[in-house]
């Protein structure tokens, strides 16, 4: 069995006139994200690797969420994850060794939220910095596959907490 947990990027702000990929996060984003850092640390739910793509506002909610939760590990900054597919998610996914029990990605919608439903069946909203938990029947992460049915245990928003 292993743990996915979806964590869509906190509250980035619009006020600059940036190219998509280079957007911060707003103080809203940066509260946001500290918060779902604690929620993984009070749950117990740190992650053994986390995977992100490599805008600007997920590699800072990376590293708030990281430093929140006391992630130790290395943040692996993913090209492929900026505007990706639910196919994309799961061939960055399948790639990784099995020793990972626990896995995060980090990212944008609307690949979030179609990755969410391929590997559940649910159909959830993922409002900035929601964080999704899905248990996956699986031993390695080389079995992952599209097809693959998970289990939705928790949707997490930030307002809620």
Do not use: F
């Not at 117990?44 to 995977?51: A, E, H, T």
């Not at 430093?67 to 399948?94: F, N, R």
């Amino acid at each position: 069995m292993k743990t996915l947990l979806i964590l869509r990027h906190a509250k980035s702000s619009w006020k600059e006139e940036l190219p998509d990929h280079e957007r911060p996060l707003k103080k809203r984003g940066e509260r946001d994200a500290v918060k779902i850092g604690d929620l993984l640390r009070q749950r117990d739910l740190v992650p053994d690797l986390i995977l992100c793509s490599t805008a600007k506002r997920t590699r800072s909610t990376a590293d708030l969420v990281a430093e929140t939760c006391g992630y130790e590990g290395h943040i692996k900054l993913q090209s492929c994850l900026y505007g990706a597919e639910p196919e994309d998610y799961v061939q960055a996914l399948a790639s990784l060794e099995s020793p990972y029990r626990r896995v995060m990605v980090i990212g944008h919608n609307p690949g979030l939220e179609m990755l969410l439903e391929t590997l559940t069946a649910a159909s959830e909203l993922l409002p900035t910095a929601a964080l999704a938990q899905i248990e996956l029947p699986i031993s390695s992460w080389a079995e992952l596959e599209e097809t693959t049915e998970g289990q939705l245990i928790h949707v997490w928003v930030p307002r809620e907490l």
